[in-house]
């Protein structure tokens, strides 16, 4: 039995000071100045107990967890202008003849966990673990702050039978199996109760200051649980040459923590809530092979593959679709919702008797999905998905000698513009018109990326003994150098949130550096 004491703090403190003169074209109308300063602080402290015995061929080992952690969030900011003179800079940011903007912000989360699991072992060939563990925190309202969860999971090393053991390529197989609940917590503190703005005005000219609520209270807030279960394969075979795993999952979501729409006739147009049931299932695959292995050379190569697919179960206790929150029963949280692009209209004979006999030449042609014979929102669908169908990377290093070089690629698989002009009637896309939002521009997002490449050069013993170090390499990377992908966008890969704007794309780097070990 012992005992072990976990502590850990991160403090961290950011003052920005900012003036602009009155020469600038910022600064115009006296300068303007700004102080603001934040302060981070974040602790844990873990108590362990633990336990483990030994006895024949069985193993026993248990441990016991209490918790808590803090994390405080302080700032404030100050700003004026208008000042007589640049001297003092953002050292009296008061002085300015503009009315002063002062700000202050803190918030504080607490988290305290009880955990207890035993692992039991049988002759190193069958394993059982039992873990349960209790949460509370401070972001939920007083009717939910605890929780508790539990899991279970069993192994077994296949390798070690009797019956497998004089298989030659078989060197290591173990069968996995885990099925378990964890919580979700990922949410603002003071979010489940009322806080409240300050606000200003005039009242008959003379000016007043207001306060009013900013959100909708929701007491009964609790902790997003998810239930998890794991089926999966580890093994390594060929005398090590081939490594990897192979795993099956299924996880259910309840309580989903996400904003609701609201009626604006509540006189708020969202509150935080448990809202619903996502599943996901899928694939994961890890795969290390030894390729070629020869004196001065060497290939290895790591595939990895994921394949995952959700859908929405259940809405707000019901199975009804929520359209306000662009979720749908059984179908990709993700999915992108709106009128169905038809193509262009050419000229106006294909318009006249049309059910758009408002469009010009050029217009998009909009599905009538219900059939009516006119464009509303019903006729709005699931048009396509930001999800990606699978993922993969391949990474490769081969050695020669002294020398190293590495690369990695990765592939997504998802499902200049041709705009219609008078000139250009064969256009993919129709004329932009930025009045008419009712069809968006979808394209696949599929792709294979050369990620990075790296050519290094360690230095032997002969030279590190004369040189007085015990390790010397050089080596030169390059990052996101390849592209290959039929998307018009930036980058398929840093899109945000289904559309093409406001994306940063991945910068290409090279990097050239230097490992030195004393």
Do not use: C
Request: no cysteine; glycine share 10%; aromatic share 12%.
């Amino acid at each position: 039995l012992s005992y072990k004491l976990n502590y850990g703090r991160l403090e961290q403190r950011t003052d920005t000071d900012a003036f602009n003169p009155a020469t600038t074209l910022a600064g115009t109308g006296g300068g303007n100045a700004s102080r603001s300063f934040s302060t981070v602080k974040d602790y844990t402290v873990e108590n362990l107990l633990l336990y483990n015995r030994t006895f024949g061929d069985h193993s026993i080992d248990a441990t016991a967890l209490y918790s808590f952690q803090e994390a405080t969030d302080d700032n404030s900011s100050t700003s004026d202008g208008g000042f007589v003179s640049d001297a003092l800079t953002f050292y009296n940011v008061g002085s300015g003849v503009n009315t002063t903007n002062v700000s202050a912000n803190f918030s504080q989360r607490n988290l305290i966990s009880q955990m207890g699991r035993l692992n039991y072992g049988y002759k190193g060939k069958y394993n059982a673990t039992y873990t349960v563990r209790r949460d509370g925190s401070s972001v939920f309202g007083a009717n939910n702050k605890w929780a508790t969860f539990h899991s279970g999971a069993l192994t077994w090393a296949i390798s070690e039978e009797d019956f497998l053991k004089d298989v030659e390529w078989i060197d290591f197989l173990k069968i996995k199996t885990s099925y378990g609940t964890s919580g979700n917590q990922a949410i603002s503190p003071y979010q489940t109760g009322t806080r409240i703005s300050r606000g200003s005005g005039y009242y008959f000219d003379a000016p007043v200051i207001s306060f009013s609520a900013s959100n909708l209270a929701n007491p009964d807030l609790r902790w997003e649980s998810t239930e998890s279960l794991n089926v999966g394969l580890e093994f390594n075979l060929l005398k090590n040459r081939l490594t990897g795993s192979i795993d099956y999952y299924k996880t259910t979501s309840n309580d989903l923590l996400r904003n609701k729409s609201l009626n604006l006739t509540q006189g708020f147009s969202s509150v935080i809530s448990n809202i619903g049931s996502l599943e996901n299932k899928g694939i994961e695959l890890s795969l290390n092979g030894i390729v070629i292995q020869k004196s001065n050379f060497s290939w290895n190569a790591t595939v990895n593959f994921f394949k995952n697919k959700n859908k929405v179960v259940i809405l707000d206790g019901k199975e009804t679709d929520l359209i306000s929150d662009n979720l749908f029963i059984g179908e990709d949280i993700n999915v992108i919702f709106g009128y169905e692009y038809g193509g262009v209209y050419d000229d106006q004979s294909e318009i006249d008797g049309s059910h758009q006999t408002d469009a010009q030449p050029g217009d998009a042609i909009i599905v009538d999905v219900d059939g009516d014979g006119t464009i509303t929102s019903e006729d709005r669908t699931i048009v396509g998905r930001a999800s990606p169908d699978w993922t993969m990377g391949l990474t490769n290093n081969f050695e020669y000698k002294n020398f190293q070089r590495f690369w990695g690629q990765g592939r997504v698989n998802y499902a200049d513009i041709d705009f219609w002009t008078p000139n250009n009637t064969d256009a993919k896309y129709a004329r932009p018109v930025f009045i008419d939002d009712r069809t968006r521009i979808l394209e696949d997002r599929d792709y294979i990326r050369l990620k990075n490449i790296t050519l290094g050069y360690t230095f032997s013993k002969s030279v590190l003994d004369k040189i007085r170090l015990s390790n010397l390499r050089l080596y030169v990377a390059g990052n996101n150098l390849l592209t290959s992908t039929d998307w018009s966008g930036h980058d398929p890969e840093t899109l945000v949130s289904g559309g093409n704007l406001g994306e940063y794309p991945s910068a290409k780097s090279f990097v050239f550096g230097a490992s030195i070990s004393l």
